[in-house]
């Protein structure tokens, strides 16, 4: 295992069309987390789950975008009836729960969205 | 509300010299600081962190200084080389790290031969 890893990593979509997002973390890894970056921008955090459970959907931009868990291994991204602003780039990350890396994130490359 | 706050969207420095990034913060609850460097086309990758118990924390060409007081973090880069050129962002969250880590806009280092 050399890292997190994200599928597709490139999406391009019509408006209204809904896209998904495929997330593998680090296999050790309890905690996964989903963040947005737009041109200019830091990530912007969405999510965070911890195995299965999702403790943090706060932050999710609107009832648009949903994630899942299932297993607590990989995760999924969805975003329904997709807008030309929700065009950016979405970043996944694991990280251990403890640990002297506990607050590191291990980010994969992220999945490029453009909706025309 | 930029919890996180990076005022300087670029640097260039000479190679051999020292770069300094500044990061400030606004959330008094933050316990735990981060760096990441990120290339293009790639996630960013994490660099040093320092947690708020410490005023200073340093591998290798790499020193993070925390003000607690100021609110206040830098990252020294010394000396300061060409493969260093890449995006830089200050991080910062509660609880120890991981959980809604919060990051700045980043800073885009220029590293010059």
């Known amino acids: 295992d050399t890292g997190v890893s994200q599928d597709p990593r490139h999406k391009i979509t019509k408006r209204g069309q809904n896209v998904t997002f495929r997330c593998d973390p680090i296999s050790e890894h309890n905690r996964l987390y989903w963040y947005r970056q737009t041109l200019g921008q830091g990530p912007e955090f969405l999510t965070y789950f911890q195995n299965e459970a999702q403790l943090e959907k706060s932050r999710l931009l609107s009832d648009r975008f949903s994630a899942e868990r299932p297993k607590g291994s990989f995760s999924t991204l969805e975003i329904q009836r997709t807008e030309q602003g929700d065009s950016a780039m979405y970043l996944c990350?694991?990280?251990?729960?403890?640990?002297?890396?506990?607050?590191?994130?291990?980010f994969g490359e992220g999945s490029r969205l453009t909706v025309l | 509300d930029q919890q996180v706050k990076q005022n300087s969207p670029s640097l260039s420095v000479q190679e051999g010299r020292i770069s300094i990034l500044n990061c400030d913060y606004t959330?008094?609850?933050?316990?735990?600081f981060l760096w990441y460097k990120k290339y293009p086309a790639e996630g960013p990758t994490f660099l040093i962190s320092i947690s708020s118990i410490k005023d200073k924390n340093e591998d290798g060409r790499f020193t993070v200084f925390l003000n607690k007081s100021a609110k206040h973090l830098s990252l020294h880069i010394v000396p300061s080389q060409p493969g260093d050129s890449a995006v830089y962002f200050c991080?910062?969250?509660?609880?120890?790290?991981?959980?809604?880590?919060?990051f700045g806009a980043g800073t885009r280092l220029f590293v010059k031969a």
């Open positions: 959330n008094s609850m933050f316990d735990y």
């Open positions: 990350a694991s990280s251990h729960r403890q640990g002297a890396s506990a607050g590191e994130l291990f």
């Open positions: 991080a910062a969250s509660e609880e120890g790290g991981g959980f809604k880590t919060i």
